[in-house]
């Protein structure tokens, strides 16, 4: 009996330690929304991606990969990580995906995210000596 009362009473030490304000200030849910420490001010994925069905999330990697591709390759031709040039509008990568891969199949579009990746992959390296520079990677 007295064993039991000295379980109880650790239990109720351990969940008021476990209760104390320093623990209950910790956010732990997980949300949405992002923040960045560098060029804070990016834009939004275009709506329509942001909203695409899970079965056709290909088709938005493939934006991104996209993005991702031209905004390397420009710090790289442009020798500057400005804001607007690492992270300009989805425009150029949008008009890119409708004009040369919207009517493509599925494996064709996963071929061609692969091709993109290559190319960021390729710039990548002088893009963040760059970027470094600037401090701004």
């Given amino acids: ?34 923040s960045f420490d560098v060029c804070p001010e990016r834009p939004a994925e275009p709506v329509w991606m942001q909203e695409i069905p899970l079965r056709q999330a290909y088709q938005r990697v493939l934006v991104q990969d996209i993005y991702r591709a031209q905004n390397l390759e420009r710090i790289v031709e442009t020798g500057s990580c400005a804001c607007e040039i690492r992270f300009p509008s989805w425009d150029d990568a949008e008009g890119a995906f409708r004009e040369r891969h919207a009517s493509d199949e599925r494996w064709e579009m996963l071929q061609a995210s692969d091709a993109y990746n290559r190319r960021a992959n390729a710039a990548r390296t002088a893009a963040k000596a760059i970027c470094d520079a600037a401090g701004n990677w």
Wanted: glycine fraction near 8%; proline fraction near 6%; charged fraction near 15%.
């Fill in 1 to 34: 009996m007295r064993q039991a009362g000295c379980t109880l009473a650790l239990i109720a030490l351990v969940l008021g330690l476990t209760s104390a304000p320093g623990f209950a200030e910790r956010n732990l849910v997980p949300t949405l929304e992002r």
